[in-house]
């Protein structure tokens, strides 16, 4: 027999004695159970409520047929519900970027209308709403005092249509918007 055979089959006799030893080693194992208790998560929502109404400078308008005019103030009024739950849960209550978008973004007129009016929106909430704080920098945090709030909250976001210098605002002639994606979110506060 050739060395190159023996030494195989010296390798698998090795192999199949270590393979077969394998299961003799033994090691000590113990449990016990840490009594540990359920939990459960919270909740964050923000639900839409009955259709909000529009006004300009104070007078109740349908909006789909007013032609906005530098130093308007455009005002939607809103009741919403907001639901939190969570023992240290905090959220913010904001208008989503986006929401005053131009109708064409391919249009100039509609692109510089949107920015103009998109600068100036901010939303306020009612001032008396239990568990929501005004920021002072167009958000509001949602604090559940005792884990829990469930509330109609009245919903208001102001768009002033700024009144610039002559002609400052001239490329905003013309232009339209799209409000159909105005939306409120209610994010939970990451710090």
Same mark, same amino acid.
Do not use: C, H
């Given at each position: 027999? @050739?060395? &190159?055979?023996?030494? +195989?089959?010296?390798?698998?006799?090795?192999?199949? *004695?270590?393979?077969?030893?394998?299961?003799?080693?033994?090691?000590? @194992?113990?449990?016990?159970?840490? %009594?540990?208790?359920?939990? #459960?998560?919270? %909740? *964050?929502?923000?639900?839409?409520?009955?259709?909000?109404?529009?006004?300009?400078?104070?007078?109740? &308008?349908?909006?789909a047929g007013y032609a906005v005019?530098?130093?308007? /103030? *455009?005002?939607?009024?809103?009741?919403? =519900?907001?639901?939190?739950?969570? !023992? +240290?849960?905090?959220?913010?209550?904001?208008?989503?970027?986006? #929401? &005053?978008?131009?109708?064409?973004? *391919? @249009?100039?007129?509609?692109?510089?209308?949107? !920015?103009?009016?998109?600068? +100036?929106? $901010?939303?306020?909430?009612?001032?008396?709403?239990?568990? &929501?704080?005004?920021?002072?920098?167009?958000?509001?945090?949602?604090t559940p005092g005792g884990g /829990?709030? +469930?509330?109609? /909250?009245?919903?208001?976001?102001?768009?002033?249509?700024? %009144?610039?210098?002559?002609?400052?605002? @001239?490329?905003?002639?013309?232009? #339209?918007? %799209?409000?159909? $994606?105005?939306? /409120?979110?209610?994010? =939970?506060?990451?710090?």
């Open positions: 027999m @050739n060395k &190159i055979t023996k030494a +195989s089959i010296a390798t698998a006799a090795g192999v199949a *004695l270590l393979l077969g030893g394998a299961g003799t080693f033994a090691s000590w @194992n113990a449990d016990a159970t840490t %009594n540990g208790a359920a939990i #459960s998560a919270g %909740n *964050l929502v923000v639900t839409d409520g009955p259709a909000g109404t529009w006004s300009a400078n104070g007078a109740a &308008i349908d909006i005019s530098p130093g308007d /103030v *455009l005002t939607y009024t809103k009741t919403m =519900q907001i639901g939190a739950e969570g !023992d +240290s849960l905090e959220a913010e209550l904001a208008l989503t970027g986006g #929401s &005053i978008a131009p109708a064409d973004g *391919l @249009n100039t007129a509609d692109v510089a209308l949107a !920015d103009l009016l998109d600068d +100036s929106a $901010a939303l306020t909430v009612e001032a008396d709403a239990e568990g &929501i704080t005004d920021n002072r920098d167009g958000s509001f945090t949602v /829990v709030i +469930s509330e109609d /909250v009245t919903v208001t976001v102001t768009i002033a249509f700024p %009144n610039g210098a002559a002609g400052a605002d @001239n490329a905003a002639m013309n232009g #339209s918007v %799209n409000l159909s $994606a105005m939306t /409120v979110t209610l994010t =939970q506060a990451t710090d």
